[in-house]
Each structure stands twice: as C-alpha cells, then as structure tokens.
C-alpha cells in the first residue's frame, strides 16, 4: 500500500467515526428530550433514513465530497456562530456562511442515505462474550441451521425449498453490516421488494438477549469456519469475554488486560475423551496429548490456561468461565474435544490474532491469521527477532487492527515506527 492510499485509509476512519458518532449523538440528544422512546432496550431511531457510512467505503470519490462538504458545513456554522457574537460584522459573516453553503459540493442525498430501521444504531450490550457467544450458538442450531446451514454457508436443509437463497456467512457479512440492523432483521424478519416474506423473524421465540447471543454465535461460527478452511480471520474476532482467575484470586474480566498481550493455553481434554493425567504437587495439568509441550511463562506475554473443566488450580492465571472452552473452540472451527494443545494469542486491543495449532512445535509469523495484506518486510523490521513467538510478536504489533466498523477492512495504522 502506498502512502497517499493509507491516507485515505485514515481519513475514511475519520469520517466512518464522525458520521456514526454524529448520528448517535443525535439521536441521544432526541431521546433526552423525549422526543423518541425506546425499542428493544434502547433509544429508538425515529427517522426512515440514515447516512450510509457504508457506501463511503465503495466510492472514495464520494468520500472526498462528503468530507469537503463537512469541511464546508463546519466552517459554516463557526461563521454564524462568530456573527452572533460579533454584532457588526453579522450580515457579511452571515451572507459567507451562506455562500459557502451554496457553493460546496453536495453530494447528492440518494448515495449518501440509506433505509434505517428503529434499531439502526443498537449497540449490542453482549461484548462478544462466551457465555452468550455459547448460548447463540446453541439457539442457531436450533432455530437458524435449518435454512442457514450448520456451517453458517446458507445451504441448510430447508434453504432449497425458499424463494432466496440466505445468504453466505463467510463474505463478512455480519461485520459489514450495522449490528443494529442485523438484530431488527433477525427479530423482525426480512422482505423481497414485492412484500413477500424471506426471512422469518423470530420477535415471538428470541427475547433480544437472545437474538444478540444468536449474532454472536453467528460471528463465531463465521470466524470459526474460516479458520477451519482458509487459516484465516478476515474480518477481525475479538476475543471472547471470559472471566480468568490469577493465583486463585477473585475472577476478572479478560478485558482487564487490555493492553497487554496474552496468550490462551488449551490444557487438557474433554472428560470421557482421554484421561486427565494429574500431577500432585505440580502447578499444571499435564494432558497427554498436550503440545507446545515446552510452553513456559513468558514474559513477552501474559499465559491465561484454559480448561474444559475450568478446574482452578492454585498459581498461574486460569480461564473461569464455563462457557469459555465452547466459545474459543468456536472461534478456532475446531469441535470442542479437539480444541486441547491449540493456543490463541490477543493483542494488545483485545483482538484474536494468531492460532497455534495442536501438535505445531513452536510459534512463527505464520500463525498471525488476523492480519492486513501489508506484505511481511514493510512491517517487520530488518533486525532478526530471537524466536518464532518474537516474529510473530513483531509482525503483529507492526500491524494492528485499525478499525472493524461497518466492514471497513483491516489495514494497518498510518503511524508506526520506523
Ligand atoms: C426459513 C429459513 C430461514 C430461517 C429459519 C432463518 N433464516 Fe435468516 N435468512 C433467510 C433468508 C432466505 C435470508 C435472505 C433474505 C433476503 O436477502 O431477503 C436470510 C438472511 C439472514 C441474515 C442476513 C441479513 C442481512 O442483513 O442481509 C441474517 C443475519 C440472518 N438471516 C440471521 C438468521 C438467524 C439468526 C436465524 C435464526 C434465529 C435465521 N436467520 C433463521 C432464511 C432463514
């Protein structure tokens, strides 16, 4: 990527950012004065149009406008304002801000609009936590699978007998859509353009706790499959929220951690599967088919073990969710008795970045999925890093996640060290 193209990078995240925080604060702002309720758990959007952030991302040349015309509008409001202050140099701060109004390019409202719903600009309250990511994995199963296939492809039983085809979960679909829009469809259904129905909406059976589980499990299973068949996370997976104990200590939330690197250790297997050699005395559960066998503490970053049993041992710092094993197994395409000796590293944003494999004898670059199509030696830098787990640390701090919102793809920050 050259330079001038990560500018734009940038300054499309700017206006993403704005657009949508304009929106929200708008709307906040309405809602305080009472002059919209609530939906589904929070202030509703009353309008039937919203400004599509989105369609930012397919025409640049429609960003360059849209930001002049901000630019335009800004510089517009300060003049009136300035007029209102300055009495005498009113008329003509006033007759500018008018003129510059008139002049600046407007893009035309059809490509910047698009249809909302009540719920456009939901947020959901889940976080992405394993519990509900388990608990939405389940309902999908039960509920979804039949037109959405088990694995998520939109090829299940019953998809031949519709009138559409549901769409594939793969193409980042649920990351390029507003999440707010995604939960009025599944609670509401969808139409075709004659009125009649494609997807059923499921108001009556999913309270809206359970219909924000189901997209979590949803995103799980789509990260989950592109692990599986492409070694890859395209569209950025945050980690899932899990409580962890440290040395036997009261649980904490994962996302205490922000800001440091960890590492989730698979220790361990399912009860019924293999047997869980015990060690008496040692700090860790030995499983027999462990791998990465010589993992250490490492001060680089910060072990979290996971189990599928959650049994809390006395030192090191474990994973204490029930629901933790299922939902990085999820994440990982991997069945959850198989999930033992795989290893998942988090960055420092709370974002998952690289899977190690069951059985991989040590870490290299190779295991950060997650990752822009940056090429290697423009972010890596030419001093040799001592080990596989300092390349990969290197390669994945040169390149962080930037933004995720509304399918704005990963692409690495503008500013990095040199
Ligand atoms: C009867 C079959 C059927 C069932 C059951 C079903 N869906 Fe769908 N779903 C569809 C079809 C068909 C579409 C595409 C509709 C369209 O594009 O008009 C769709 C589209 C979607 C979309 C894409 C929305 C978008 O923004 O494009 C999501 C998300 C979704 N379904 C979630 C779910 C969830 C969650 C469940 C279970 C709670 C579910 N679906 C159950 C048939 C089904």
Redesign the pocket.
């Not at 519709?162 to 769409?167: D, G, N, T």
């Given at each position: 990527m050259r330079r001038g193209e990560v500018d734009s990078t940038t300054l499309l995240n700017a206006l993403l950012t704005f657009t949508q925080a304009a929106q929200t604060a708008l709307l906040q702002a309405l809602h305080a004065l009472g002059l919209t309720g609530d939906v589904h758990g929070q202030p509703a959007w009353p309008f039937a149009w919203r400004v599509a952030a989105e369609t930012l991302l397919i025409d640049r040349g429609l960003t360059r406008h849209l930001a002049l015309f901000l630019a335009a509008a800004v510089l517009a409001l300060l003049l009136i304002a300035l007029g209102a202050l300055w009495r005498r140099a009113r008329w003509p701060l006033w007759l500018a801000a008018v003129v510059l109004l008139l002049i600046a390019p407007k893009p035309s409202p059809s490509i910047v609009l698009t249809d909302a719903v009540p719920t456009s600009f939901h947020r959901s309250p889940s976080h992405f936590d394993a519990t509900s990511i388990d608990r939405g994995l389940a309902?999908?199963a039960q509920?979804?699978a039949?037109?959405?296939g088990t694995d998520g492809r939109?090829e299940?039983l019953?998809?031949a007998s519709?009138?559409?085809?549901?769409?594939t979960?793969s193409a980042g679909?649920?990351w390029k859509?507003a999440e707010g829009?995604?939960l009025w469809?599944?609670l509401h259904g969808?139409?075709?353009r004659d009125g009649t129905q494609?997807?059923?909406g499921?108001a009556g059976?999913?309270s809206e706790a359970d219909?924000w589980a189901?997209?979590d499990?949803?995103k799980a299973l789509s990260a989950g499959e592109s692990a599986r068949l492409e070694a890859s996370w395209p569209w950025p997976v945050r980690a899932p929220g899990i409580d962890v104990r440290c040395d036997g200590g009261p649980p904490r939330a994962l996302s205490e951690w922000r800001g440091q690197r960890v590492r989730i250790v698979t220790e361990g297997v399912v009860a019924g599967v293999n047997v869980v050699r015990e060690v008496r005395g040692e700090a860790r559960v030995k499983a027999e088919n462990e791998s990465f066998s010589s993992w250490r503490e490492d001060p680089r970053v910060v072990t979290i073990v996971l189990r599928p049993n959650h049994a809390a041992s006395a030192s090191g710092c474990e994973a204490a969710s029930p629901a933790a094993w299922r939902a990085f197994a999820s994440v990982a395409g991997l069945e959850a008795q198989s999930l033992t000796g795989t290893q998942f590293i988090v960055d420092r944003d709370g974002w998952l970045r690289a899977l190690g494999t069951a059985g991989q004898a040590d870490w290299s670059e190779d295991n950060l999925i997650c990752r822009s199509d940056e090429s290697a030696s423009r972010l890596t830098s030419s001093k040799p890093e001592a080990d596989g787990l300092g390349a990969l640390i290197a390669r994945m701090d040169a390149d962080p996640v930037q933004a995720t919102q509304l399918g704005l793809p990963h692409s690495p920050a503008q500013t990095r060290s040199p």
């Open positions: 309902l999908y509920h979804c039949s037109c959405h939109g299940g019953a998809a519709l009138a559409v085809w549901p769409p979960l679909l649920l859509r829009e995604l469809r599944v969808m139409n075709a494609t997807m059923p499921f059976r999913l219909a189901v997209l499990g949803m």
